[in-house]
């Protein structure tokens, strides 16, 4: 799964990056520990030169009230999920990430944070899916996480990963038609992704600064450190 996400990459290079502009009404901060209910910043199918902000946690569109919403689908059945369906027909979106978290408790034991991230781009993209709940007296957009099978990375601390998309894929992502995107929807397959431990200050999403993302002992632990 993905329930921890951040994005810290100065605006400039944000925008450069996926060559958008910031529209959110918010604008844009760095933030080093974003949880399901904030905003992610994303870029939609229907505005592909914007970076705009969603509440993090699809809304069905049938719901009555507005709750917290899902905050991950699994790909490999989402277009059987009635909360998803109208979102994956026509509402792919990218999450721009500079790395997400995921907790893995050995044998049993206390739950070790992990940042996730990748070592060549300050700022990937995450497959989303955006929708827009409609209330009688609101108006939400929102988004989930798509997610998928672990690749090598990532099976030695979950059994979920979210769908991270090859930069050169990202484009076709959001054009692409629902066959291709599905074929798009599968375990990262290049190797510059990268783990290492941090501390339990990510547990709390109160503290939202640098130090989150120091690594424990000041030391990046490679995937063959932690590997089972």
């Known amino acids: 799964m993905c329930g921890r996400n951040s994005l810290f990459i100065d605006q400039a ?8 502009q910031i529209v959110a009404d ?3 901060s760095p933030r080093y520990n974003i949880a399901p209910g904030d905003d992610l910043h994303i870029i939609t199918n229907e505005a592909s030169d914007e970076i705009d902000a969603y509440h993090w946690g699809l809304i069905p569109f ?22 998803f369906k109208r979102a994956w027909e026509s509402r792919p979106c990218l999450v721009p990430s500079s790395g997400f978290y995921e907790w893995k408790a050995p ?3 206390t739950k070790q944070p992990y940042r996730i991230h ?5 700022a990937f993209a995450m497959a989303g899916l955006w929708d827009v ?4 007296d609101e108006t939400i957009s929102c988004v989930t996480i798509l997610t998928t099978e672990p690749n090598d990375l990532m099976s030695s601390i ?20 629902r066959d291709t995107r599905r074929e798009l929807c599968q375990a990262y397959p290049k190797d510059d992704l990268d783990a290492y431990e941090i501390s339990p200050r990510v ?3 109160g503290n939202d600064d640098p130090q989150v993302i120091e690594p424990l002992d000041n030391e990046q632990s490679g995937l063959g450190e932690f590997s089972s």
């Open 13 to 20: 290079d944000l925008e450069a990056r996926f060559d958008a």
């Open 26 to 28: 918010g604008g844009y």
């Open 62 to 83: 049938w719901a009555d009230e507005p709750k917290e919403g899902i905050i991950n689908a699994r790909s490999e059945t989402v277009d059987e999920k009635s909360a």
């Open 107 to 109: 044998n049993g034991g």
């Open 118 to 122: 990748c070592e060549d781009d300050p």
């Open 133 to 136: 709940w409609e209330g009688d």
């Open 158 to 177: 979950h059994d979920r990963m979210p769908v991270v998309l090859p930069q050169d894929a990202e484009s076709n992502w959001l054009a692409a038609d």
């Open 203 to 205: 547990n709390n999403p």
